[in-house]
């Protein structure tokens, strides 16, 4: 019998639903939300209204596209955590009705193992053990993966997440929510040598994205101070300059972990591994450092339920399943 997974990711403010049939993902519907924008963030209680909204509408979507009818699934999976409590309850709440009305298993996923798990979709795939650097606007870590659902965090940020600093970069120079994106097309016209932020010092293999962040902000308002049109007349290569400093942080710490761990196997994930900079570097060190890497399609790196389908896929065969009572984890650890 086909293993037919229907996966529903809400952990932010993208509400998305995938079917995956063995292992093999038919369809991936990301639905989001720019309401957001205007608020300078994402807001919890707009994320979760939103998600309401969006549910149904998404995974009809997603059955539609993988002409796949609800009597053909034969398990439920959703994001269990870590997220938005409102934003993962309305994804919970919806698996574990269509589980119990088609009296379906229903498996709970961790959402970062998720994103690691996003570079078996398509080939080629890693071998294990590998390192893979997770980087989201919620997180920023180095994990060393021995086997599907054997993972371990060997570095993590000690204050904020990566792509909190891109943001909060882009709302220092007036670019509007959310700005890394927006950071990495400006960048592309700039010269990433031009301002020199200033870097943390944190030992082992953890980050700090607090101090760099405290550094932008005070070089730009003190050249504000001396020219109010400095942003404006330099923002190609303010952008580059910031994209540079935090991707060189980034890299400095995977080459770390790579040599501590003696791994040659190296892969990305997370929302910030779009990143064009990040991503050219990565393939940059490969030939440096004699590395194998893996790098997912763009529409893996953000948010999504094929990332939920896949991790699923790999649940089932250590048969870890959840019962009715299951509930969602904001604060789930790794």
């Not at 938005?84 to 994804?91: D, E, N, T, Y």
């Not at 300059?241 to 892969?267: D, F, G, H, P, T």
């Not at 990040?278 to 450092?289: A, F, G, N």
Request: aromatic fraction near 8%; include cysteine; proline fraction near 4%.
């Amino acid at each position: 019998m086909k293993e037919v997974i229907l996966a529903i990711e809400t952990s932010c403010d993208d509400t998305s639903a995938a079917i995956a049939i063995d292992g093999i993902i038919k369809s991936n519907i990301i639905n989001s939300q720019d309401v957001h924008s205007i608020h300078g963030g994402v807001v919890p209680e707009i994320s979760s209204r939103e998600h309401q909204k969006n549910i149904i509408l998404v995974v009809e979507e997603a059955l539609k596209s993988a002409k796949v009818k609800k009597n053909d699934l034969n398990t439920i999976s959703f994001t269990i955590g870590p997220g938005l409590l409102g934003s993962l309850l309305v994804g919970c709440s919806f698996a574990k009705s269509l589980s119990f009305s088609l009296n379906l298993p229903l498996i709970g996923v961790n959402h970062m193992k998720a994103h690691v798990l996003s570079n078996f979709i398509d080939n080629p795939i890693p071998d294990f053990p590998f390192i893979c650097l997770t980087v989201s606007g919620g997180h920023t870590q180095l994990v060393l993966v021995k086997d599907f659902l054997n993972m371990k965090i060997i570095g993590e940020t000690l204050d904020d997440a990566v792509g909190e600093a891109f943001d909060k970069s882009a709302k220092i120079l007036g670019i509007e929510y959310p700005g890394g994106p927006v950071i990495d097309k400006l960048s592309q016209k700039g010269n990433p040598l031009k301002f020199k932020f200033s870097k943390p010092k944190v030992s082992d293999l953890n980050f700090s994205f607090s101090g760099i962040k405290t550094s932008i902000l005070y070089f730009v308002k003190s050249q504000m101070e001396k020219d109010p049109e400095f942003i404006e007349k330099n923002l190609n290569d303010i952008s580059a300059s910031i994209q540079y400093s935090l991707v060189e942080i980034l890299m400095e710490k995977l080459i770390k972990a790579a040599n501590k761990y003696k791994i040659s196997n190296i892969a990305i994930a997370g929302g910030v591994s779009a990143n064009s900079l990040l991503r050219k570097e990565i393939e940059r060190l490969k030939s440096i450092y004699n590395w194998k890497t893996f790098i997912p399609k763009i529409e893996y790196c953000t948010d999504n339920a094929a990332m939920i389908a896949i991790a699923a896929h790999y649940y089932i065969k250590e048969k870890r399943f959840d019962d009715i009572n299951v509930c969602p984890n904001p604060r789930l650890n790794f």
